[in-house]
C-alpha cells in the first residue's frame, strides 16, 4: 500500500512539477503534431473539396487510391519514409533522419488522404445543392468552390482537430524516422514506450496522463462542434 | 459393452495419471534476459540443446536491462541472465534472489566511422578514447535505457567525471543494442557495443577500439527465490544453472560464433 | 430564344426525357405541368445547362443573363440580405437592389435572419429573391411556391409578374397546380414521362385537354 502511494506522489510530482524531460518531450510531440496537422489539412482539404465537388472520369479509380492510401499502415509507411531518408537511400544526403522533420514527413504521408477523404464526404454531401443554387444565380466555378468551402468550414475545423489527435497519437512510423532521440526527437507516444520497456513506469503514466488529457480534450471539442453543425 | 467401456476409461486414467508422474512437475522456465543476449544469438544457438538434454521448455523474453530484472521482482520469471553486476548486487539484497553465479564474460567494442575522426583506434582505455570523443565533439550513440551495457558506459563517463546528458553531440536513443547500431550506422557515429551484436548486424561501421581492461562484461544468472511467488519454477531454474555452468555448455559457448564469423564471442569464466 | 432540338436525358439506360423539339420565344411566360417523375426537373436542368443531355443540343441566345432556381434551393448560413447581394455585383447599388426584392417577396424583416435559419417557405422567397434582384433575360424555377403559404404564393406570382412585365424576361417554370399555371404563365406544356404531351395556350389546353394522360392529371384538380 505504501509502494502504490509513493508511486501516485511520483506521477503527481512529474505532471505538475518542474521535470524539465518531461515538458520538453510534451514540447516536442506539440510542435510535431501541430506541423503535421497543418500541412496535411493545407494539402487535403483543397483536394478534398474538389474531389467532393466535381465529376471527373477518373474519379472512382482517384477514390479507389485514396481508400488504399487512407489504410495505409503506419509502420509501412515509416519503413517508406525510412528507406528515402536512410544514408543510403534516395534522399539520404538531406541527412532528414532522425530529425523532427522526418517525423512530419511520415505524419503527412499517413493523415493528407485522410483529411482528403473526410473532406470529400462532408463536401460531397452539400456540394451538389450549393453548386446548382450558385451557377443558378451566375456564379463561375471558382465563386462556387469557395463558397463551398465557407459553407463547410465548420467541418473544416473539426477535420483539422481529428487530423492532429491522430498525429499526436502515432508511435509506430513516428519511431522508426524519429529515433526516439532523447532532447530531439523524443515524442510522448515513443517516450511511453521506452519508459514502460525499461520498467520506468511512473514516468510512464505521468506521460499517459497527459496524452489522455490532450486526446480527450480534442475529441470533445470535435463532438462540441459536430453536434452545432448538425443544429446550425 | 458398457462394462468394457468403464474399464477402458479407468485404464487410460491410470495410464495418464502414472506417464504424469514420471514428468516434469513444471516443464516451463521462464528466462528474463537482456536484448544484448538475444540480439547476440547466443540463446537461439543455446536453446534448443537445452531442451532436448533436459525436456524443459524454455519461455525467453528479452527486455532492456532494467526491465528484465524488473521481471524477477514482479514474479513474471523464474530465472534471469544479466550482466550488470551492480543491479544484480541490489537484486540480491532486496532478497528476490540468493546468490549470482557469474559463468562468462565477453567485451565491449567502439565502433565508429572509418575516418575514426576523434583518432579513437590506438587508444590505451575506453576511458581514453571516450575522451577524445567528448574532446573532439564526434557524434556518439548512447543507448540511454538503463542497460547493463549502458550503464558500463556511463560508468566510464563517470570515470572521466564528464557528464555527456544534453551535449550536441550524445545521442541518446533509449533502445536496444540493436536499434543503437542503426542509428549510429545512419549517423556515423561512435557507438559503444557488445562484439557479439556487432558482428550480428548489417554495418558499415567500423571496428576501432576492443579488449582493453575496462570494457570486460561479466554475466550471471539468478534464480528468483521460491519464497516470494508460489508459482515460481525454483527447480527448473536450478536445472537452467546447472546446464549453463556444465562442461557441455561449457564447449557450446565457447565454439559459438567462431564458424559464423570466425572469432569467439562468449568466454567461460573459470570455475570456483 | 432559347430551344432544344432531339434532346435525350438517359439515366441507366432508362430514358428519364426525350424531346425532339422545343422553343420558347422571348419575353413569353411558360408553365411545365405534370406528375412528379414527368421530367419537369430534368428539362429545367437541361435548359440552364447544370445537366448535360445524353445527347441533343440546347441552343441559347443570352448564356450570361439566365437564372435558375432549382427545387431546394440552397440558403447559406450568412445573412438573407447576403444570400441575395451575392447574386449581384459589387456596385453602391447592391444594398439597395437586394432590399427592394427582397421586400417584394414580403421579407423585409427578414433581412439580418440567418438563411440557414428559415423556414422552407422563406427560404424560398428569398430564392426568387434572388432571382429577380437584377435583370435577366431568362428565368427559370422549379416549383418556386411548393414550400410557401398562400401570403408567400401570391407574394412570388406578383413579383414574377411585375418582373416579367418590366424586363421582358422569358419566364419558364415548374408547377404541380394548373391554377398557377392560369394565374402566371400563357403557354403550358404538359409533360408525361419525359415526353411533351400536350403544348399550348394555358387557357385552351387547360381547358380542353385533347389527351387522356393530360384530362386525368386535370380530374384531380377539379374543386
Known sequence: MAKTMDVIREIFGLLFGQDPELRQIIGVTLRMSTLSALVSALVGIPLGVILGSTEFKAKRFVNRILHTLMGLPPVVAGLIVFLFLSRSGPLGTLKLLFTVTAMVIAQIVLITPIMTGLTANIVSVKAPLIHETAAGIGLRPFQRMLYIIYECRVQFVSTLLTGFGRAIAEVGAVQMVGGNVQFKTRVMTTAIMMQTNMGHFEFAIALGIVLLVIAFLINSLVSRIQESAGLA | ?272 | ?223
Request: with cysteine.
Open chain 3, 1 to 223: 430564344m432559347i430551344s432544344v432540338r432531339d434532346v435525350l436525358v438517359q439515366v441507366g439506360g432508362r430514358v428519364i426525357l426525350d424531346i425532339p423539339l422545343l422553343k420558347f420565344e422571348e419575353g413569353r411566360r411558360y408553365g411545365l405541368i405534370g406528375e412528379n417523375g414527368s421530367g419537369k426537373t430534368t428539362l429545367l436542368r437541361v435548359l440552364a445547362g447544370t445537366l448535360l443531355p445524353t445527347q441533343g443540343q440546347v441552343t441559347r441566345q443570352n448564356p450570361n443573363s439566365l437564372g435558375y432556381m432549382p427545387q431546394a434551393p440552397y440558403a447559406f448560413s450568412f445573412s438573407v440580405l447576403r444570400n441575395v447581394e451575392m447574386a449581384l455585383e459589387n456596385t453602391p447599388e447592391r444594398r439597395d437592389n437586394a432590399v427592394r426584392a427582397l421586400e417584394a417577396v414580403g421579407m423585409r424583416n427578414f433581412l439580418a435572419a440567418r438563411g440557414n435559419k428559415l423556414s422552407g417557405g422563406e427560404a424560398q422567397r428569398m430564392a426568387v429573391a434572388r432571382m429577380i434582384a437584377k435583370p435577366r433575360k431568362l428565368l427559370l424555377l422549379d416549383e418556386p411556391t411548393s414550400s410557401t403559404d398562400i401570403r408567400g404564393t401570391d407574394a412570388i406570382e406578383n413579383t414574377l409578374l411585375e418582373y416579367a412585365k418590366e424586363t421582358r424576361c422569358t419566364l419558364i417554370f415548374s408547377t404541380h397546380s394548373p391554377a398557377q399555371v392560369l394565374r402566371l404563365a400563357e403557354e403550358v406544356i404538359f409533360l408525361d414521362q419525359g415526353r411533351i404531351l400536350e403544348k399550348g395556350s394555358a387557357r385552351d389546353v387547360l381547358g380542353n385537354p385533347q389527351t387522356e394522360s393530360a384530362r386525368l392529371f386535370l380530374q384531380h384538380w377539379r374543386i
Open chain 2, 1 to 272: 459393452m458398457k462394462k468394457l467401456c468403464v474399464v477402458l476409461i479407468m485404464g487410460v486414467l491410470i495410464l495418464s495419471l502414472t506417464a504424469c508422474a514420471t514428468k516434469i512437475e513444471n516443464p516451463v522456465i521462464r528466462l528474463s534476459t537482456t536484448t544484448s543476449v538475444n540480439d547476440s544469438g547466443l540463446m537461439a544457438y543455446l536453446q534448443p540443446v537445452f531442451e532436448k538434454d533436459t525436456g524443459y521448455t524454455l519461455e525467453i523474453t528479452s527486455a532492456g536491462t532494467g526491465a528484465a530484472i524488473e521481471k524477477g521482482r514482479t514474479g513474471d520469471a523464474d530465472v534471469l541472465l544479466v550482466h550488470a553486476k551492480a543491479s544484480e548486487e541490489e537484486f540480491i539484497n532486496e532478497g528476490f534472489g540468493e546468490v549470482r553465479v557469474p559463468f562468462m564474460y565477453n567485451f565491449f567494442v567502439i565502433v565508429g566511422p572509418e575516418g575514426d575522426p576523434a583518432g579513437v583506434n590506438g587508444s590505451a582505455t575506453a576511458a581514453e578514447a571516450f575522451k577524445k570523443i567528448a574532446e573532439a565533439g564526434a557524434t556518439f550513440i548512447s543507448r540511454g535505457d538503463d542497460s547493463g551495457t549502458h550503464k558500463a558506459e556511463l560508468k566510464i563517463w563517470k570515470s572521466l567525471e564528464l557528464d555527456p546528458t544534453g551535449q550536441p553531440w550524445y545521442v541518446s536513443v533509449g533502445d536496444s543494442m540493436g536499434k543503437t547500431l542503426t542509428v549510429g550506422n545512419e549517423m556515423q557515429g561512435y557507438v559503444f557495443t557488445d562484439k557479439a551484436t556487432f558482428l550480428a548486424h548489417e554495418n558499415t561501421l567500423s571496428l576501432l577500439l576492443e579488449e582493453t581492461d575496462d570494457m570486460k562484461n561479466t554475466y550471471s544468472m539468478i534464480a528468483i527465490t521460491s519464497q516470494r511467488y508460489a508459482d515460481t519454477n525454483y527447480a527448473g531454474a536450478q536445472a537452467f544453472i546447472e546446464w549453463m555452468t556444465s562442461e557441455k555448455a561449457a564447449d557450446l559457448i565457447a565454439k559459438y560464433g567462431i564458424e559464423e564469423y570466425g572469432e569467439q564471442l562468449f568466454f567461460i569464466l573459470a570455475a570456483k
